[in-house]
């Protein structure tokens, strides 16, 4: 059985997936206007959202 951490960390996991296949869909699109140093915002947050945030435990560890 999970624990309450491990099913949290889990429904954080598959949105976070969720956001990295929103951002690759983006990726054929035109840049948005918001830009940082030339590129678009959404190059700025992958590669795959920063290895899906460090493995989700950027959210667990201030807890």
Avoid at 6 to 35: E, F, G, H, Y
């Amino acid at each position: 059985m999970l624990t309450a951490q491990q099913n949290q960390t889990n429904v954080i996991s598959n949105q976070l997936d969720q956001v990295i296949t929103a951002t690759n869909n983006m990726a054929n699109r035109p840049p948005p206007p918001v830009s940082i140093n030339g590129g678009s915002l959404f190059d700025a947050i992958s590669p795959n959202l920063i290895l899906k945030l460090l493995d989700t435990g950027v959210f667990l560890q201030h807890r």
